[in-house]
């Protein structure tokens, strides 16, 4: 998630393969080889990509995937230029990206609905948008973060230059109530961390402040050159990545253990614990895993262009895709 206890940033491409996600067993003749870049450190958000890994998913798929992680907002330049096939983003970066003229594409959405929003500690009584008033906000330092907090506050008529930002802020529990009165988390790994630490937090979710914050975070991207030069390996990548998610739905503690194994260094409760309450947001109301509404991508763009958050409109339709969805 945004917000990890370890933050590991990686300056330049020649540090991907140190961080690969490998096969332990020699590397299969005839495998075509694909690299997944993610947005963070790995967590829950992950899982089905660590999964497809493990349970050799990628391989029946005639897949060789390296998992990398290269740093915090690097990622969207890494599959633009094409030094990563695949990688995991956010619809804000997507929709950013392609004003300015990147093409790059979502082609799933890791959850079903926005699990983010602003959490603070019950005892500051932060508990709407108003309070953020005259407060201090932890900032990751994201794209286009410090927009979206703007723009929200001046719908609620609050002062957003009152707000002091209090910049590279990335662990949610050594900060929040000493460095910062607020931060945006992920439910999922923060919220669930608070309620194991038995830390009361008050947590203002996005998608409940307007309709169109209720947009994809995660989503796995690709660039449109890979879309259109081979659309068989995104096919056959899908499938397995698919494949993946739905066992964590299924086999949430199963998936959970997955994890763990690449990545010793996570808390297993916490781990547990996210990966059950993700069990039940991975596909949420949606038909399958990793389906994308329309009229989610076209409430979300235009809300950002409503609010000069991009400086061009997007065509929405091509910013993301179901088709190689299985």
Not at 253 to 282: C, G, M, T, W
Request: with cysteine.
């Amino acid at each position: 998630m945004k917000n990890s206890s370890i933050i590991i940033l990686c300056l330049g491409l020649l540090v991907l393969g140190m961080f690969s996600c490998k096969s332990r067993k020699a590397e299969s003749p005839g495998l075509q080889k694909v690299t997944v870049t993610l947005d963070w450190t790995p967590n829950t958000n992950h899982t089905g990509l660590y999964v497809a890994h493990e349970l050799g998913y990628f391989k029946e798929a005639g897949l060789e995937v390296s998992i990398v992680q290269p740093g915090q907002n690097v990622t969207d330049q890494v599959v633009a230029s094409g030094n990563s096939q695949f990688g995991v983003s956010y619809q804000e970066n997507v929709v950013m990206a392609r004003a300015k003229g990147i093409p790059l594409v979502s082609i799933a959405a890791v959850i079903a609905h926005n699990t983010s929003g602003f959490a603070s500690l019950k005892t500051a009584n932060i508990t709407k948008v108003t309070d953020f008033a005259g407060k201090r906000y932890g900032s990751w330092d994201s794209p286009i973060e410090l927009d979206i907090l703007r723009s929200v506050m001046e719908n609620a008529k609050a002062d957003f230059s009152s707000v002091k930002v209090i910049s590279g802020i990335y662990d949610f529990f050594s900060t929040i109530g000493k460095d910062a009165d607020f931060e945006w988390i992920y439910y999922g790994w923060d919220g669930m961390a608070a309620e194991l630490k038995g830390i009361d937090i008050n947590f203002i979710p996005l998608k409940d402040l307007h309709p169109a914050l209720d947009y994809y975070t995660p989503v796995i991207i690709a660039g449109e050159s890979v879309i259109k030069d081979d659309p068989e390996l995104v096919t056959k990548f899908m499938k397995a990545v698919a494949r993946g998610y739905d066992y964590s739905i299924q086999e949430p503690d199963k998936a959970a253990e997955i994890l763990l194994k690449y990545a010793p260094e996570l808390d297993r409760d916490l781990v547990l614990r996210s990966q059950r309450y993700l069990s039940n947001h991975f596909q949420g109301d949606s038909h399958k895993w990793g389906y994308q509404k329309p009229e989610v991508w076209k409430r979300f763009s235009d809300w950002m262009y409503d609010r000069r958050l991009i400086d061009l409109s997007i065509e929405p339709d091509n910013a993301f895709t179901n088709q190689f969805l299985p």
